[in-house]
């Protein structure tokens, strides 16, 4: 009998959900027969069985059925579905507990030390001592903080997570994490004294290349440890006044600074145990929330592929890795007294660290170390600050005296994307998107993880959000920055181009296209790739708020041609000094994509319902699209400023109005494509549309010549030269192994990666033609340059894959398509293929045609 396999909301690890109505997803085992309906029982703490049973197929995000749960409410919970054949065995039973729902379950107070609270004095400890009964039978730890908190109960730190609680848009709304402390409790005994160590984190860090302190002058802890006895009772302690402060040996600590940390001092605990300052308690508390997304940890290590001596002389180690994290340093030998000193950087030039591209972040660490023998080795780590890195220089010790490795840190995020195809190059461009991906999703989706930066950059999202919804479950992390978004977004409807927004009051006016569409494609996207509808229902507001405000900023002609853009931002021609300087004209990119949020607004109103909504959105759309046919495109197809990005928006986006348009654009745009020798011209927003519209324009092959260009600018001309992460230029570094002259050059920036997206859903062929993969399209696009591709993707439905070979003129697809989901199939072949397939694996051995 099949068991279905069941997941709640979004399938976070937290013991304790952010909401009380937890939608379920099942999947079911391969080979199953079709669901026809489904059963769901909760069984309370008290053995009270509630069960709901209803027709239908629906197996994703699935509405919870019953009364909400009240905060701190567990139940367990089971499905079974039921098939032509009867009812199926009931799944494993998933714990579902409520978190903190409401401002009203908290009697914890956020608390800040009085004595030595300003920006720039040491990491405080905040403490007290706790009574723990005998009969413990469970306890949570419900925690926030301004600035980060790490807390120890007894000797034990609590969770595995770094930086909690993360980054929001702290003027609005501040996330709190939930852990379970049952053990940490019955390891102490009877008495156990509970420690918080702050941050200064984002909430009190240096931001911006200003580094301008955006929020608080004050950081705080709020802390409630509730524990359940096995008589019934619940036990609160919460941070309060009665705590206790104490300056730690953390001197400095800052996420683009670094950390200095004296270590003859008394470590932290040691701290707590003699703290004696008072504390204040902080009133302006911005509006607390359960975290949607998951904790930041440590995801990996990487251990040194090598060290030697630069040319004066410093001692550098290569980790073989562009990574985000830290050193950890096992330090064996050390005189009392001795300074250590660790600076970063992404790539070496001319021998030496290339620091440069950091700008302002001075990304290092310092450690003053007491007398260490070998026998009792201690260990450092910087876990107040990150830094984006693969090489690193060490000061002050000799490398026989310390064993090094670094500690990778992300949001943990589970993985469900996988590509490979037969040319290794492309396979290390997919790798260099995942890393790039790994190390700007911690907690805020970012530009680059290294200089003086490091923000929620709208326009970098944008493009790249299909391909993070594609490598790994981002449903709870970009909710989460959506709602921060909503939060920023301002009252006549603009959106920010960074969120959570530090840039206010600077540049306090600024929207732009492609970047404040965030608000409108990233929701978009989540219900695509995950049929996350509720995602759409709340960003709602936002959406067409925004989609409001791009219109106003049209006026009268439709067309959005006046006002600040980045526009096609990094358009390999712009001079390194001017990144806004593309061949694209600015407002045929600002007008595209006022079609492209007027059509998404106008899907989204119609799949919630909006009738009246979807009417009105589609009317503009029309206007907008016949307004820029008029002012842009020529009958035989010919887009104002002629180039590679405007080609590829017009035909992506679908802003020409008949067949001769449509083929003289795609004929232009084969013909540059074709000129340019297949390199790459176009920057942030041609780039993530260029490969489909070659491919709309009938010219795969062109798409393919394009990928596999290893020339300047192209994606393998960065692999080529032995990147390990995407960079932000085509040409971050130069040919000649020298960094760009530019005062803006990562080596880390994932928006060009989101051509990883289009490798699953063309190369290899596997895309969603219905939200969540409900319905998959399987259409490789087998042009003879490569001769195997595969992809595989944990889909809500269960696992999707594609693989196919091409050998002596046959071409051999497999398809996996998982229990509830069905396949449409297009393959480059004049043999006959079902146009569709049902759950389960088929295997196509065809005759291959090429496509062009
Ligand atoms: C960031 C970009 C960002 C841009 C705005 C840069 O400094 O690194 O990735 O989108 O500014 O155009």
Not at 332 to 340: K, W
Not at 368 to 393: K, N
Not at 406 to 424: H, K, M, Q, T, Y
Request: hydrophobic share 40%.
């Amino acid at each position: 009998m099949s068991s279905p396999f069941l997941t709640l909301e979004h399938d976070l690890t937290a013991p304790a959900l952010p909401t009380g109505s937890p939608r379920l997803s099942w999947t079911i085992p391969p080979g199953s027969p079709a669901q026809t309906g489904y059963a769901v029982e909760v069984t309370a703490v008290d053995g009270t069985v509630r069960r709901s049973e209803h027709d239908g197929d629906e197996s994703v995000l699935v509405a919870w059925p019953f009364e909400p749960l009240a905060s701190r409410e567990q139940v367990e919970v089971r499905v079974r579905t039921r098939a032509a054949d009867g009812w199926g065995g009931w799944s494993e039973p998933v714990i579902a507990e409520a978190s903190l729902l409401d401002a009203s379950d908290w009697q914890a107070r956020m608390i800040s030390p009085r004595e030595g609270h300003a920006a720039g004095d040491p990491a405080p400890v905040l403490t007290t001592e706790i009574d723990i009964p005998d009969d413990v039978v469970s306890a949570r730890l419900y925690l926030t903080a301004l600035g980060t908190a790490t807390v120890w109960i007894g000797d034990r730190r609590v969770g595995e997570d770094y930086l909690a609680p993360g980054w929001n848009a702290y003027r609005h709304r501040l996330e709190h994490r939930v852990h379970d402390v049952t053990d940490h409790l019955l390891a102490a005994g009877p008495r156990a004294r509970v420690a918080a160590v702050l941050g200064n984190g984002w909430y009190r860090g240096e931001l911006t290349w200003d580094l301008r302190l955006c929020y608080g002058d004050r950081i705080g802890v709020q802390a409630q440890l509730e524990i359940e006895t096995a008589s019934g009772e619940r036990i609160v302690h919460g941070t309060g006044p009665d705590w206790r402060a104490a300056a730690t040996g953390v001197l400095a600590d800052d996420l683009y600074g670094g950390q200095t940390t004296d270590l003859r001092r008394p470590g932290a605990l040691e701290t707590a145990a003699q703290a004696s300052g008072a504390v204040d308690v902080l009133d302006d508390v911005p509006a607390l929330e359960p975290a949607l997304g998951p904790d930041v940890r440590e995801v990996g290590t990487l251990s040194p592929l090598g060290n030697w001596r630069s040319p004066s002389g410093a001692q550098l180690v290569d980790f073989g890795q562009n990574l985000v994290g830290w050193l950890r340093i096992r330090v064996l030998r050390a005189a009392d007294g001795q300074q250590l000193r660790v600076r970063h950087a992404e790539v070496i030039e001319h021998g030496e660290l290339g620091t440069r591209p950091l700008r302002k972040a001075r990304a290092e660490d310092v450690w003053t170390l007491p007398a260490v023998g070998p026998e009792e080795p201690l260990v450092l780590e910087p876990t107040l600050t990150f830094h984006g890195f693969r090489y690193a220089e060490i000061e002050g010790i000799a490398l026989e005296d310390i064993e090094l490795e670094a500690a990778v840190i992300s949001s943990d995020l589970n993985r469900i994307g996988w590509f490979e195809c037969s040319d290794p190059e492309v396979n290390r461009l997919h790798e260099n998107v995942v890393w790039g991906m790994r190390g700007n999703f911690v907690d805020v989706p970012t530009d680059c993880p290294q200089r003086d930066e490091r923000l929620g950059w709208t326009g970098d999202l944008q493009v790249f959000a299909p391909t993070a919804a594609t490598l790994c479950d981002v449903r709870g992390f970009l909710t989460s920055w959506l709602r921060d978004l909503a939060a920023d977004q301002r009252a006549d409807g603009t959106v920010p181009v960074v969120i959570p927004d530090v840039l206010v009051p600077d540049v306090d006016s600024q929207f732009a296209a492609g970047w404040s569409d965030a608000a409108v494609v990233v929701p978009w996207v989540l219900y695509e790739r995950y049929g996350d509808l509720a995602v759409l229902e709340t960003q709602y507001p936002s959406m067409t708020a925004w989609a409001a405000a791009e219109y106003a900023a049209a006026g009268e002609s439709r067309l959005w041609d006046t006002g600040f853009q980045y526009g096609d931002w990094l358009d390999p021609t712009a001079p390194p000094e001017d990144a806004a300087a593309a061949k694209a004209d600015k407002g045929v990119v600002a007008t595209a994509y006022l079609v492209r949020t007027l059509d998404l607004v106008a899907r989204t109103a119609r799949v919630l319902g909006k009738h009246d909504d979807a009417a009105s959105h589609t009317e503009r759309a029309d206007a907008v699209r016949a307004a820029f046919r008029e002012a842009y495109v020529r009958a035989d197809g010919h887009v104002l400023s002629d180039c590679q990005t405007v080609y590829s928006l017009a035909l992506a986006y679908d802003l020409l109005g008949t067949d001769e348009e449509r083929a003289g654009a795609g004929r232009r745009l084969a013909e540059l494509v074709e000129e340019a020798d297949a390199h790459v011209s176009t920057g942030f927003l041609g780039t993530p549309v260029i490969l489909d519209a070659l491919c709309l324009a009938g010219r795969p092959d062109l798409a393919h010549r394009m990928l596999l260009q290893r020339g300047n600018p192209s994606w393998l001309y960065s692999v080529s030269m032995g990147a390990t992460t995407i960079w932000e230029r085509w040409d971050s570094l130069l040919e000649d192994g020298t960094i760009n002259p530019s005062g803006m050059t990562s080596f880390n920036h994932y928006a060009y990666g989101a051509v990883a997206d289009w490798l699953y859903r063309s190369v290899a062929g596997l895309a969603p033609a219905a939200p969540g993969y409900r319905e998959i399209a399987v259409a490789p696009l087998v042009t003879g340059d490569l001769t195997r591709a595969s992809a595989r993707l944990l889909t809500p439905y269960g696992e999707a894959a594609v693989s196919w070979v091409l050998r002596e003129g046959r071409l051999v697809v497999g398809v996996t398509v998982p229990s509830g989901s069905t396949a449409t199939i297009a393959l480059p072949t004049d043999d006959d293929v079902p146009a569709q397939v049902g759950p389960g694996r088929h295997t196509f051995d065809v005759a291959w045609r090429s496509p062009v």
